[in-house]
């Protein structure tokens, strides 16, 4: 089995949804993460920063899904990464209303000595010098680097975005961020300039639309499960990019054909992620649920037809 690190924030979110609204709740792109891949029992630590406001409750739930905290630093005196959003009706699109970066400031993450030779490290959304800190600080050169950013990194980091996508295999973002980043409208378009930018694999990630695997001239496409209910998108994407990178690192192929699986298993943990608030659905949900809507999800793409 392979180590995997996970590099992201801890933080506190706040929600707005058609549905409801919430106060500091528990949030992050490496909480998400982490609880994703943790149903593959991976040997998994989290690379983050919190503040003395941080509750030991949120940590101790990282921990109890063997989750290496040792990389999360606390900064006694500071305050938690903050972040608050308000969706659209059409639950695709959302505004930001804050983002305070507070203790992530100054965050120098540290990776700890025993996950410097992990095989598989996600770089999940975070400040990209950040991201670029820790692929320095592997020992060995990992098997498998996973970039996943956002359009406010776009916006006030892009030079050291190109410097770090250079540097990594595998890039998760969605599509009007892949947009922004190319200028191209059509995604075909976009993900062959995001490969001429650095990674070999590029992930679109399209919502409640599915994902598109890019690689070469290879193109794979994975719906979203359609749901009943969707009560809050908030970290669907970095449970994907958590499931994907988990399954990966159980399986310890890395090849375009595996994956697709990949991209499948990341669908489906992101679809469990939105049926309720924050990490809520995400903290006590069980192997045998991912179990059958990975069935579930088999049903709803196969199909048998002969081509002459
Ligand atoms: P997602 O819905 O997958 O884009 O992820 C939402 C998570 O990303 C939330 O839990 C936030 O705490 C976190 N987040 C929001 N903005 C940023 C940012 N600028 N950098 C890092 N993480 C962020």
Redesign the pocket.
Known sequence: MSKLVIV??V???AIETPFGKTDKIL???A??IGLAASHFNVDSAAVSVVGGDFPQKYLDLLSNRNINIDGVEIVKEGKT???S?RYHNDMNS?D?LA?E?NV?ADFNPVVPEAYKNAEVVML????PIVQMGVLDQMTTKPKLTIL?T?N??MDCALDDLHNVMKKIDVITI?DEEARQLTGEYSLVVAARKIHEMGPKYVVIKKGEHGALLFHDDHMFYAPALPLEEVFD?????????GGFAGYLAKTEDYSFENMKNAVIYGSTLASFCVEKF?TERMVDLENSEVHKRMQQFKQLTQFNIELS
């Open positions: 992201g924030t933080a506190f979110d949030g992050g792109a909480t998400f990464f903050f972040w959003g959302r930001t983002t970066l992530l999940g959304n975070l400040h996943d956002m406010f990194w969605n998108p908030t970290g669907a994407g970095d449970t994907f990019a924050g």
